[in-house]
C-alpha cells in the first residue's frame, strides 16, 4: 500500500506536534502582557509549549513551578475568577512518608494560590495553612527560567540565528534573567520575593517553612517584564495594592456599559464570562480601547479582528470601535511596500513588537494582507456615526474613509472587473487574504485550489455596504455628489455581483471568483456574510439562509465554514468544515436582516448548548464541525484560542439580531424589529442602556411562539423607544 506524504506547505502554520497534558490551561492577560499556565499555575516544559508569561510576544518565563519537597502539591481546584483578574489553585500536601511511615497525610497543609497581572509584571500571593494537630516542617520550592523566545518560534517558525542569554543575577531578594536580543534590545525577567527565600540560587528559591497546628504563613512575588529602559524602579511584591487598581480599572470599565441579565442561568453565565473576556482582551493604546485578537497567538492589534469585534459589541458599548478606528485610522498605509502588501490607503491587518517582526524575520511588524479590513473600517465607521452621533470624530476621520475608498477602487479592484480581489506581493505574506486565511480554504468543486488574483464573496458585499455607508456621511458632510455617485457605485455592484456569483443549482453564492474569473462553486459559510452586508437579493437571501441551515452546513452547534457534501470538508480543518462562533454570529446578523428571527435564534441556542459544555463557559475561537450527537460535548480543536475578542463578541452580536436592536443616535431611536426570543429566554432585562446622554431599562418578555413584549422600566433622557412589528 502506497504511502501518502502530507506536505503542510503554510508558512505561518500553527505548530501542534504533541497532546497537550491538560487542554485546560488558565489564562491572564492585561494590555500588552498574557500568562499562560497550567491548572496548577505552572509553567512547566512539556509538549510545544505555549505556557509562559509574554510581554509583546515574547516569553519572558518559561518555567515557573511550585514543589512541596519533592512533589508537586495535590490539585484542588483550579479557575480564573469570573472577572478574569485573578486565577485562584487550591492544593494541597501529598502524604509525606519517613521511615515507611506516613508522618504527614494528605490533606493536612492547605495552600492557596493566586495570580494577577498588571503593569507589565505578574504578581503571585501564596497562603498556606496547617489544620493538622500537630507542627509540620516542609521545604517550599520555586524554580524559574526564561527562553525569551519569539512567540512565532513557539507557533512552529523555524528559526536559524538567536541573541545571547546573560548570566543571571541573584540580588538580595530576587533575581534576573536577562537576554541581548539581535535586534539590540535587552529584555529583562525581573524577580522579586517577600519574604526573600532561605535560599535562592540562579534558578531556583528554596523556604523552610515551619508550622505550628492552626498556623498559616504567606508569601508573594512579582515578576517583572522590562525591555531597554523599561525598568520597574519598584517591583517589590505590593499584591494588596495590585488587586485595588485593577478592581478600580474594571469598575470605570463596567461603568461605560449596560447590564444584561436574564432567567437563563447558563445564559448569564455565559454573557458573563464573554463580558470579562472582552475587558480582558481590551488593550488601552494611545488611541483608546483596541480589543486583542487571542491568547495566545494572536495576542496583538489585528485590523479585521478588532474592527469585527467592535461590530459586535457596538449597541452594547460603542467606545471599542471609537478606539478601533483612531488606531486603524492613524496606522492606514501611506506608500506602496510589497513586502509589507501595503498600498496607499489601505487598512492594518497585524502589528506585531517581537524581534522576529522587528527583524523582518516575518512580515508582521506592520503588516497590511488583508483583502477586507478596509472596506470593513469604513462600515465601521458609518455603523459608529449611527450608534453615536458623533459627528465630530466621524469628520476627523472622513480623509481615512476617502482614502479608503479610493484603494478600493485603485488598488483593490486592479484589473478594473468591478471586484476587489488579492494577490500577495510579499513573498513573505499570507497566500490567502480574507478572514480563511489557511493555505487551503479557497477551492473548486472538486476540490482543486484556486489561484490568485481572488474575489471572495463576502469582500465584494463589504464594499457593496461600505459603499452605502460613505454615502450617507458624506451627505451628513455636505458633500452630495459623492453621495450620489457611491451610491450608485454601490447598486452597480450589487447588479454585477448577482450576476456573477450566483449559483442557481447551489442555491448560494459562489465562494470566489480565481484568478481566470472562473467561480469557485462551494457551500460555505462565506455566503451567509452577504446578508450580513446586505447584498443579497430578498429571494435569495432567503435562499441561502436554507442552504446554510440543511443538515450538510448546521452541525447542531452552528454552522460549519464549509458544507460537508464539499470536496476538502474536514471537521477537524482550521477553516474547511470547523464552527467559528463569531461567523456564526454574523451569519445570525444577516439571518436578522432579512427577517429570519428563528434562524438568528437557532444559531444563538447552538452556541449558547455548546457554551455550557466549554471550561469556563468560554467560547473559543473554533471547534470541530463534527455533527452534534446527543449527551455529547462539541469536539475540541486543539490549538484554538481562548479567549479570542470575536468569538467573545458574538453572544452580544447573536441576541441583538434575534431582538431586532438597532440604535439610531442621531434622531435619538432604539428600534426593537420584529423581536424574537428563543424558548431558553423567557425574559431579558437590559439596565442603564445609554444613547447620546439619555439611559433607560429595559424588560423583554417572550409571548406565544417567541414573540417579544417590550417594557420600559426606567427612561433618563430624550430617547424614543420604537417596537416594530
Not at 490533606?107 to 496547617?130: F, M, P, Q
Not at 498605509?333 to 491587518?349: N, S
Not at 472538486?446 to 469582500?459: F, H, M, N, S, W
Amino acid at each position: 500500500m502506497a504511502r501518502e506524504v502530507i506536505r503542510v506547505r503554510d508558512e505561518f502554520y500553527i505548530r501542534s506536534s504533541s497532546p497537550r497534558v491538560d487542554v485546560r490551561t488558565r489564562v491572564l492577560k492585561q494590555n500588552d502582557t498574557f500568562a499562560v499556565f497550567d491548572r496548577f499555575g505552572d509553567i512547566d516544559t512539556f509538549g510545544a509549549g505555549e505556557l509562559g508569561l509574554y510581554y509583546q510576544d515574547t516569553r519572558f518565563l518559561s518555567r515557573l513551578t511550585l514543589k512541596l519537597g519533592k512533589d508537586r502539591p495535590l490539585l484542588l481546584s483550579s479557575t480564573v475568577r469570573e472577572d478574569n483578574a485573578v486565577m485562584a489553585v487550591d492544593a494541597t500536601n501529598p502524604d509525606v512518608w519517613r521511615d515507611s511511615e506516613i508522618v504527614v497525610p494528605r490533606g493536612t497543609v492547605h495552600i492557596y494560590r493566586s495570580k494577577i497581572l498588571w503593569d507589565k509584571a505578574c504578581h503571585e500571593r501564596l497562603r498556606i495553612h496547617n489544620y493538622g494537630r500537630a507542627a509540620v516542617d516542609f521545604l517550599l520550592s520555586t524554580e524559574f527560567d526564561a527562553d525569551f523566545a519569539d512567540i512565532f518560534e513557539l507557533r512552529g517558525t523555524n528559526r536559524e540565528r538567536h541573541g545571547r542569554r546573560l548570566e543571571p543575577e541573584v540580588t538580595q531578594d530576587g533575581l534576573v534573567l536577562a537576554y541581548q536580543g539581535l535586534d539590540g534590545r535587552f529584555r529583562r525577567t525581573r524577580i522579586a520575593f517577600d519574604p526573600a527565600p532561605n535560599r535562592l540560587s540562579k534558578s531556583i528559591g528554596n523556604f523552610q517553612i515551619h508550622l505550628e497546628p492552626g498556623r498559616d504563613a504567606s508569601y508573594q512575588w512579582t515578576i517583572a517584564c522590562e525591555v531597554d529602559d523599561d525598568s520597574h524602579r519598584d517591583v517589590k511584591p505590593h499584591y494588596e495594592n495590585v488587586i485595588q487598581q485593577a478592581a478600580s480599572a474594571l469598575e470605570r470599565t463596567r461603568a461605560q456599559e449596560p447590564e444584561i441579565f436574564t432567567d437563563n442561568e447558563q445564559f448569564n453565565d455565559w454573557v458573563n464570562r464573554s463580558l470579562a473576556d472582552l475587558h480582558m482582551m481590551r488593550t488601552e493604546t494611545q488611541y483608546g480601547p483596541y480589543p486583542y485578537a487571542g491568547v495566545p497567538w494572536f495576542s496583538t492589534v489585528f485590523g479585521r479582528d478588532g474592527i469585527i469585534t467592535a461590530l459586535q459589541c457596538l449597541w452594547f458599548d460603542p467606545t471599542i470601535a471609537r478606539g478601533v478606528l483612531a488606531y486603524l485610522a492613524a496606522n492606514q498605509a501611506a506608500a506602496e511596500k510589497a513586502e509589507q502588501d501595503a498600498q496607499p490607503g489601505k487598512v492594518l491587518h497585524e502589528f506585531r513588537e517581537d524581534e522576529m517582526a522587528v527583524l523582518d524575520e516575518v512580515p508582521f511588524r506592520r503588516y497590511y494582507g488583508s483583502i477586507d479590513a478596509t472596506p470593513l473600517f469604513v462600515m465601521l465607521a458609518g455603523a459608529y456615526y449611527r450608534r453615536t452621533g458623533d459627528r465630530g470624530f466621524v469628520e476627523s476621520i472622513w480623509p481615512n474613509v476617502h482614502r479608503a475608498l479610493e484603494w478600493i477602487d485603485r488598488y483593490g479592484d486592479s484589473d478594473g472587473d468591478g471586484f476587489v480581489e488579492y494577490s500577495r506581493r510579499s513573498k513573505h505574506g499570507l497566500v490567502h487574504q480574507g478572514w480563511k486565511d489557511s493555505q487551503d480554504s479557497v477551492f473548486h468543486s472538486d476540490g482543486t485550489l484556486a489561484e490568485a488574483p481572488i474575489a471572495l464573496c463576502e469582500v465584494q458585499s463589504y464594499v457593496y455596504a461600505a459603499k452605502l455607508v460613505a454615502s450617507e456621511l458624506a451627505a451628513l458632510l455636505g458633500d452630495e455628489t459623492v453621495a450620489q455617485d457611491l451610491k450608485k457605485q454601490a447598486q452597480s455592484l450589487r447588479h454585477r455581483f448577482e450576476e456573477i456569483f450566483w449559483c442557481e443549482e447551489l442555491s448560494t453564492y459562489a465562494l470566489a471568483l480565481d484568478g481566470s474569473k472562473r467561480p469557485c462553486r462551494v457551500r460555505t459559510s462565506n455566503a451567509g456574510h452577504c446578508l450580513f452586508a446586505g447584498i443579497a437579493t430578498e429571494d435569495h437571501a432567503q435562499r441561502v439562509a436554507s442552504t446554510l441551515t440543511d443538515e450538510t452546513s448546521l452541525s447542531g452547534w452552528g454552522i460549519r465554514t464549509v458544507a460537508s457534501s464539499e470536496a476538502r470538508y474536514n471537521p477537524m480543518s482550521y477553516h474547511n468544515g470547523s464552527i467559528w462562533p463569531h461567523d456564526n454570529s454574523l451569519i445570525a446578523a444577516g439571518f436578522a436582516r432579512y427577517d429570519l428571527k428563528g434562524s438568528a435564534a437557532m444559531l444563538l441556542a447552538g452556541l449558547m448548548d455548546a457554551s455550557i459544555f466549554f471550561d469556563l463557559h468560554r467560547l473559543p475561537e473554533l471547534f470541530c464541525g463534527f455533527p452534534r450527537r446527543p449527551g455529547e460535548s462539541p469536539t475540541l480543536y486543539p490549538v484554538a484560542c481562548a479567549p479570542q475578542a470575536w468569538a467573545s463578541g458574538a453572544v452580544f452580536l447573536l441576541l441583538q439580531s434575534c431582538l431586532g436592536l438597532d440604535v439610531l443616535a442621531p434622531e435619538r431611536k432604539l428600534v426593537f424589529s420584529k423581536p424574537f426570543l428563543p424558548q431558553f429566554l423567557p425574559q431579558v432585562r437590559i439596565r442603564e442602556l445609554k444613547v447620546r446622554g439619555a439611559s433607560v431599562d429595559l424588560l423583554l418578555t417572550r409571548h406565544n411562539e417567541g414573540d417579544v413584549g417590550v417594557n420600559v422600566l426606567r427612561r433618563n433622557g430624550a430617547l424614543e423607544v420604537v417596537v416594530l412589528k
